[in-house]
């Protein structure tokens, strides 16, 4: 059971992730879709959300960490056995993790030549060329093998011959439709294929999937799409909204216009009215830059933020709610129908994945959905 005594709630549609898969997967050209699941599932929790996603089909999963892989694997282990599912860990394989990679079916996103040698010297010396995948960067600078490295590593036989499970490479600015970067990847990525003509290659990540088929290669490898942020902002979102996180008032007053709220006193009252103050503050998760800014729901009515968000604290202007519905244990949508991850983002002076990522730290979890695993604590 959801602790009833907690101060917020999160709400995690597990059948609104796995819509959102299947949306992303039909609309693959080659009908292939993996899922990212790294941290945390983007914070939804990445053992109910991959099984949720396992269910509805997909079949390679995404994380950065190894210790994220090892995790997943024994969380999909029992239920998923012999279903084929693969999980491939995108920061690689540092120094002498090669076996453990091994000993937990995990693949390795390669990322530079010296990641190349050290997986390519533990198969031959354990006589199998266990898979994974060659991350060739097209401009990014982060991650993986710059081209020219890629091209020296490929004249050598066991670098072109070996059988790579994919070839990747991610994009910059594909929120962005109009960037001149993403053609530019495009062709680097075009030229760096054709090296590598059998080997199935991935290159769009959300935003990507939107650029149209020309950037959907073999393999689409969506992330926050899932979780119901808009991948594409120049369009009305495309995905279904995921997480539903509300907090109950503690308090109600009545102040007189020139009053002030909060710390700093950067608000004062423009007339007489009143403020609520909600359960919920920058140590939940509601980071300090949405003082002042956006609006919470109260049964539809319209809270404005005002003042600075405290540690544990929010004040909304009340003044035009009902009476009758403000009273303390009450609860506010802080994400909903009213409010979506991308309107919170905007708030916030931030992006919708670092939004996700953040909530909830403290708030009661239920997962909702066919395949729910049932309800835990914030963990
Ligand atoms: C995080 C990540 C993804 C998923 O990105 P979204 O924008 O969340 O879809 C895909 N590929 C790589 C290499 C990543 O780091």
Known sequence: MTDPL?????????????????????????GQCAAVVKGNAYGLGAAPVAQALAAAGCRLFFVAHLAEGIALRAALGSTFEGAGIEIAVLNGVLPHQAAAFAAHDLIPVLNDAGQVAEWLAWCRSHGAARPAILHVDTGMNRLGLRPAE????????????????????????????????????????????????????????????????????DLLRPGVALYGVNPAPWMANPMRQVVELS?????????????????GATHRMERDGRIATLAYGYSDGYIRSGSGRGTLYLAGHALPIVGRISMDLITV???????????????????????????????????GYEVLNLLGQRAARTYRGAVAMGEEGAG
């Open 247 to 263: 907090t109950q008032i503690l308090q109600v007053r009545s102040i007189d216009r020139g009053e002030a709220v909060g710390y």
């Open 150 to 217: 890629f091209d020296d590593l490929i004249e050598h036989g066991d670098v072109a011959e070996y059988p790579w499970r994919l070839v990747m490479t991610h994009l910059a600015c594909a929120d962005d439709r109009d960037h001149p970067m993403n053609q530019e990847q495009r062709q680097r990525f075009a030229a760096v294929r054709a090296r590598l003509p059998a080997v199935p290659a991935s290159l769009a990540a959300s935003s990507g999937v939107f650029l149209g088929p020309d950037f959907h290669a």
């Open 317 to 351: 202007d009340a003044s035009a709610v009902p009476e009758s519905l403000l009273h303390p244990g009450a609860w506010v949508e802080i994400l909903g129908p009213h409010r979506s991850v991308d309107t919170m983002a905007r708030d916030l002076g931030t992006i």
């Open 6 to 30: 907690a101060a917020s709630r999160l709400t995690i549609d597990l059948d609104a992730i796995a819509e959102n898969w299947r949306i992303l997967r039909d609309q693959a050209t080659h």
